[in-house]
């Protein structure tokens, strides 16, 4: 039979039952909206992970001093003079596959400008600190080696600063006060905005590290370093090429523990990609079974239409109408159903989508290949579950079909 004609037969009897139609229609419509969804609000928290490693970066090491053992407890009092200054130095000097290393000392301290004043966090590092994190300027300039060496009073501000001190002025050639210090603002931090721990990483004040130990810190040292593999190197490697480095230069033995932690950046962005990637198949599975059962709504809907249609079956049977043509009606209708389901739920689900951004600030992606998955979709859980209502009706004998009331 021509596929028109079947198309055009089965359209017809969809037609007779609008209400039937359209409530099976509803089924399919309903789970795929959930699909596109909650697929959306995935594939959005997969492109924030991603957007923080292509901003933060995934290669960059934290070490931090950690004391002695002693007793059962570990102590913190003997910490080196020199420890990360000199640290720095030699994990840069000797350590192949890192690209830089910086002392870094944070302090939570009252800024005040002309304007206002805001309590934020001070932290001190060497100009390696701006490669290390990939932190561009959106304005003015990085402060330098010479910085460094003169103790300049200059710093560098992040965008939540800069908007809570100046508001709409550029900071940038402007003076604030730090711990009644006046420090310069030489540059403006490009945004980096809220990162997944939720942390506010534009809301800091960087000035070099020489400047901070002089004029901010006080008697307050530093016990943390910052370091960066090298592009193609793996973050392990570097990791234990300063792990073997801090050991040696500290004169540990064999049998003694580090008196030093390694944090590895790259392993906190692999934790929250595979949380992503477990929360996508958690949301995608709980919506596919919303099509599931909307799958199992159209399956017996269509059989109650062979039931209802047995005695049409039986005169279409009885002038000719081979089993297996009427097993394509049926099975055209059925996927003419989720055809159509499919479509309308790909709207509903890009709708909900957008509204779920618009009030609640999640970032959704919905993808043109989506709407092409919606249907396709839709038309094989159409073959699945029509095929066997389609089947049934192929096999009814004519005569008795005809008989029936």
């Known amino acids: 039979m021509n596929p028109l004609i079947i198309l055009s037969e089965s359209l017809r009897s969809l037609q007779k039952n609008k209400v039937r139609t359209g409530l099976s229609v509803l089924g399919i419509v309903i789970g795929i909206a959930a699909v596109i969804t909650m697929v959306a609000v995935g594939e959005g928290a997969r492109r924030r992970v991603e957007k923080e490693i292509a901003t933060l970066g995934d290669d960059w090491i934290m070490i931090s001093y950690w004391g002695m053992q002693r007793g059962g407890a570990r102590r913190q009092q003997g910490m080196p ?23 870094v000392n944070r302090i939570t301290m009252q800024v005040v400008s002309s304007y206002g004043n805001y309590q934020t966090n001070v932290l001190g590092a060497r100009p390696k600190y701006f490669d290390i994190r990939r932190w561009q300027m959106s304005a003015g300039r990085e402060f330098n080696a010479d910085d460094m060496r003169m103790l300049n009073k200059v ?38 905005g809220v990162g997944s721990d939720g942390r506010d990483n534009d809301d800091t004040v960087l000035v070099p590290f020489t400047s901070l130990e002089r004029y901010l810190a006080g008697s307050e040292r530093s016990g943390t370093l910052l370091a960066a593999a090298k592009q193609g190197y793996d973050p392990a490697t570097a990791r234990q090429q300063i792990r073997d480095l801090l050991r040696q230069r500290h004169r540990l033995a064999e049998d003694e523990d580090d008196d030093f932690r390694i944090f590895d950046r790259s392993l906190t962005m692999q934790a929250n990609a ?91 992606i919905i993808s043109p290949w989506m709407a092409g998955l919606a249907v396709a979709f839709a038309t094989l859980v159409g073959v699945f579950f029509g095929f066997y209502p389609a089947w049934r009706a192929s096999q009814l004998d004519p005569i008795e079909a005809l008989r029936y009331e």
Do not use: H
């Open 81 to 103: 003079p020199n420890f990360t200054s000199d640290d720095a130095d030699a994990i840069e000097r000797e350590c192949s596959a890192v690209r830089g290393a910086t002392p």
């Open 274 to 364: 595979e949380a992503t990637r477990t929360f996508n198949t958690l949301l995608t599975t709980i919506a596919s079974i919303s099509l599931l059962v909307g799958g199992v709504g159209i399956m017996n809907i269509m059989l109650v239409s062979v039931t209802e249609r047995t005695r049409e079956i039986g005169l279409r049977m009885a002038i000719g109408a081979a089993g297996y043509q009427v097993l394509e009606q049926f099975l055209c209708e059925a996927v003419v159903l989720c055809g159509m389901g499919g479509l309308f739920g790909f709207i509903l689900g890009w709708l909900v989508s957008k509204l779920v951004s618009w009030n609640y600030g999640w970032d959704t």
């Open 155 to 192: 710093c560098c501000i992040g965008a939540t600063v800069a908007r809570e001190l100046f508001g709409a002025v550029n900071p940038v050639g402007e003076t604030v006060r730090i711990n009644r210090v006046a420090f310069d603002i030489v540059g403006l931090l490009e945004s980096k």
